[in-house]
């Protein structure tokens, strides 16, 4: 703690961070509290990462937004059908369900790491269902019936797909912390 002075007012600057599996906005609301049911005059200000925190927080819905937006104008521009897009669009919750579901059963605390993770998987899985959807059109052009052209372009790019997530899963772990 250090006494210094904020916007005119006597002040007390806090440094401090949150237990291991703790979301980082955790410890700024434990601070908050008492200080909500304090005497008048006392108040609670944010600096620094944690304001920016917040201010993201309530911004994120906004991020998700544009994250779909980005990727329905990235494969509408490129795209010569007019069904390749809703398709992709149609494929992007079930990503998003999934890394929701799988962070609700772990137990991981929704923060700014998630928003960014879950802008990730947005991008994740509209890239890989381009991929099928064009190896798809393709065997359709061949003449192959839906089924066996949804079946044909899951094939070859199984590995491909496989092998990206995992880079983004693995590049996601944090590095173990020096001795």
Do not use: W
Not at 14 to 30: C, L, Q, T
Not at 31 to 45: K, L, N, Q, W, Y
Not at 63 to 85: D, N
Not at 162 to 171: D, E, F, M, N
């Amino acid at each position: 703690m250090q006494v210094v002075g904020f916007h005119g007012y006597p002040s007390i600057e806090i440094f401090g961070g949150g237990a291991p599996g703790e979301a980082s906005g955790d410890p700024v609301a434990v601070m908050e509290r008492p200080a909500t049911r304090s005497s008048p005059g006392f108040d609670v200000a944010r600096t620094g990462p944690s304001l920016r925190e917040k201010r993201l927080g309530r911004r994120a819905v906004d991020l998700l937004v544009l994250a779909l937006l980005r990727v329905f104008l990235g494969v509408a521009a490129p795209s010569e059908s007019r069904a390749v897009p809703p398709a992709v669009l149609l494929a992007v919750p079930t990503g998003v369900v999934g890394a929701i579901f799988e962070t609700l059963v772990r137990g991981v605390p929704n923060d700014v790491q998630f928003k960014v993770g879950l802008i990730t998987v947005i991008g994740l899985t509209a890239k890989t269902a381009i991929l099928i959807i064009e190896e798809a059109g393709e065997a359709l052009a061949k003449g192959r019936d839906v089924q066996q052209a949804a079946l044909e372009a899951c094939g070859p790019r199984f590995r491909p797909i496989i092998v990206a997530s995992l880079a983004l899963i693995l590049g996601a772990v944090p590095a173990p912390a020096p001795p």
